[in-house]
C-alpha cells in the first residue's frame, strides 16, 4: 500500500498571504488528522477530518481551516499568513474506526517559510 | 487536559552506551494508550511502539525496551548499545481511547549519538 503522500513538500510564502496543503491517506482509511511542528511549541493537534466532517479541532484560531474530500483526501488551508506559522505540517491517516484502536501513519510533512 | 512531559531536552552520548528516555504523562481517561515515535532528520515520524493502559508488561524488542509504569505515569525508553543511526528526535505521546485518534506530544528529547 502506497503511504500518506503530503504535497507540496516545500512552500515559501509572505505574511497576509494564504496556503493550501493536501494530504492524501493511506487507500481505505477515512480519517486525517492534521499537525503543526515548531521548535517552540512541538507538535500540536490542529484538526481531524472523518467521512469529510470536521470531529476533533484543536486549539488554533479560525485562520487555520480544512477539508475532506469524499475519496478522503484533506486540505489544509492558513488565511492571512503570519510568521508564526512557518512550521512543519504533518498530516496522518487511520482507518477511523469507531470503537476500536486506530493507529496513525504520518506522512513525510509540508514545510512552510513565512517570509 | 491530557499533558506528556519529555524533561529532557537533548542527550548526547557515545557509541555504543545505553540511554533512557524518558515520559511523563497526565490523563483522566482510564483507558489510554501511549506511544514512542522517532523522527530522523527527514521530517518524517516513524513508529516505535504502542502500549494501552491495561497493558503493563514491560517491551524488548531488538536494542529497544520500554519500561510503562501506572503507578508513577511513566513510560520510559531504553536505547541498549546505542549507534549513530539512533540520532534523532523522540516523540512520547498520548492518545484517548478507541474511536479517536488525535496525539498529545511531548516536546521531544533530542538524542545525539556520537562516534
Known amino acids: 500500500k502506497a503511504g500518506v503522500t503530503q504535497t507540496p513538500r516545500y512552500l515559501i510564502k509572505t505574511r497576509g498571504q494564504q496556503v493550501t496543503l493536501s494530504c492524501s491517506p493511506i487507500?481505505?482509511?477515512?480519517?486525517v488528522s492534521w499537525y503543526q511542528q515548531t521548535p517552540g511549541q512541538g507538535l500540536q493537534f490542529l484538526f481531524e477530518y472523518f467521512s469529510e466532517t470536521q470531529r476533533n479541532k484543536g486549539n488554533f484560531p479560525g485562520r487555520f481551516s480544512g477539508r475532506q474530500f469524499s475519496n478522503s483526501r484533506s486540505e489544509m488551508n492558513v488565511s492571512t499568513l503570519e510568521l508564526g506559522d512557518s512550521a512543519l505540517y504533518l498530516c496522518?491517516?487511520?482507518?477511523?474506526?469507531?470503537?476500536?484502536?486506530?493507529?496513525?501513519?504520518f506522512g513525510p510533512g509540508t514545510r512552510l517559510t513565512v517570509l | 487536559a491530557q499533558k506528556v512531559t519529555q524533561a529532557q531536552t537533548e542527550i548526547s552520548v557515545v557509541e555504543k552506551e545505553d540511554v533512557t528516555l524518558d515520559c511523563v504523562y497526565e490523563t483522566r481517561d482510564t483507558t489510554y494508550y501511549l506511544f514512542w515515535y522517532k523522527q530522523p532528520p527527514s521530517g518524517e515520524l516513524v513508529f516505535l511502539i504502542r502500549?494501552?493502559?491495561?497493558?503493563?508488561q514491560n517491551e524488548i524488542s531488538g536494542r529497544y525496551s520500554w519500561n510503562f509504569q501506572k503507578s508513577t505515569s511513566s513510560f520510559n525508553f531504553t536505547i541498549t548499545a546505542s549507534q549513530v543511526v539512533d540520532s534523532a528526535v523522540y516523540f512520547c505521546?498520548?492518545?484517548?481511547?478507541?474511536?479517536?485518534?488525535?496525539?498529545?506530544f511531548g516536546k521531544g528529547t533530542m538524542l545525539l549519538v556520537s562516534p
Open positions: 505521546a498520548l492518545s484517548e481511547a478507541e474511536g479517536y485518534s488525535t496525539l498529545t
Open positions: 487507500s481505505g482509511h477515512r480519517s
Open positions: 496522518a491517516s487511520s482507518p477511523g474506526l469507531a470503537y476500536s484502536y486506530n493507529e496513525q501513519f
Open positions: 502500549r494501552n493502559s491495561f497493558d503493563e
